[in-house]
């Protein structure tokens, strides 16, 4: 039989053990590490993710990359990611590198466009958000925030008790 059709059993035993191999590293370092839902993670968790499954890719399946050697790609990648959330959770300056910063998108009712534009987020997405929350106009709004996770949240009016501190939120947003 044709080896680049049918590699053998042997070998087709050896990838499967394999894979088996760097999945269980993986997941173990994925679950020690208390990742987030899926929903809720930062560009840099989703960084991550994908160096992680490109580090272990030739361990699983290249005949020429070792088990050890994307165990030790994967370890590393998540002690570097844990030193990293660390140093983050206690240092307001990286962590607004790695996570990013809330957006205002809407103030009193006014689009901020610079802002917008900035983050990339369009008048279709910003109305799917409104849409979603049961608000009809972009004037019954009077704080809109792309929020770091990439969702946007929404406060009316009427959540704004009389509408003062709506400009401290708004500062308060940009300075945390």
Same mark, same amino acid.
Request: no cysteine; glycine share 10%; proline share 3%.
């Given at each position: 039989?044709?080896?680049?059709?049918?590699?053998?059993?042997?070998?087709? =035993?050896?990838?499967?053990?394999?894979?088996?191999?760097? /999945?269980?590293? #993986?997941?173990? *370092?994925?679950?020690? +590490?208390?990742?987030?839902?899926? *929903?809720?993670?930062?560009?840099? $968790? =989703?960084?991550?993710?994908?160096?992680? +499954?490109?580090?272990?890719?030739?361990?699983?399946?290249?005949? $020429?990359?070792?088990?050890?050697?994307?165990?030790?790609?994967?370890?590393? =990648?998540?002690?570097?990611? /844990?030193?990293?959330?660390?140093?983050?959770? @206690?240092? !307001?300056? %990286?962590?607004?590198?790695?996570?990013?910063?809330?957006?205002? =998108?809407? @103030?009193? *009712?006014?689009?901020?466009?610079? +802002?917008? &534009?900035?983050?990339?987020? *369009?008048? &279709? $997405?910003?109305?799917?958000?409104?849409?979603?929350?049961?608000?009809?106009? %972009?004037?019954? #709004?009077?704080?809109?925030?792309?929020?770091?996770?990439?969702? %946007? +949240?929404?406060?009316? /009016?009427? &959540?704004?008790? $009389?509408? @003062?501190?709506?400009?401290? !939120?708004?500062?308060?947003?940009?300075? @945390?």
């Amino acid at each position: 039989m044709n080896p680049i059709v049918f590699p053998g059993a042997g070998v087709l =035993l050896q990838i499967a053990l394999r894979t088996l191999t760097v /999945y269980g590293i #993986v997941l173990v *370092g994925v679950r020690l +590490s208390g990742k987030r839902e899926v *929903g809720q993670m930062t560009p840099f $968790d =989703l960084t991550l993710l994908l160096l992680l +499954s490109n580090a272990v890719q030739n361990a699983m399946t290249g005949p $020429d990359t070792s088990v050890i050697g994307g165990g030790t790609a994967a370890v590393t =990648l998540l002690v570097v990611n /844990y030193v990293v959330t660390e140093v983050a959770a @206690h240092n !307001r300056k %990286i962590r607004k590198v790695l996570r990013g910063e809330p957006a205002v =998108l809407v @103030h009193n *009712g006014q689009l901020m466009k610079s +802002s917008m &534009d900035r983050e990339h987020v *369009g008048l &279709d $997405d910003l109305q799917e958000g409104m849409r979603e929350h049961g608000i009809a106009a %972009i004037t019954d #709004v009077a704080l809109a925030v792309l929020e770091i996770d990439g969702n %946007i +949240s929404f406060l009316k /009016y009427e &959540d704004v008790p $009389d509408g @003062h501190n709506l400009h401290r !939120r708004v500062k308060f947003l940009q300075k @945390h």
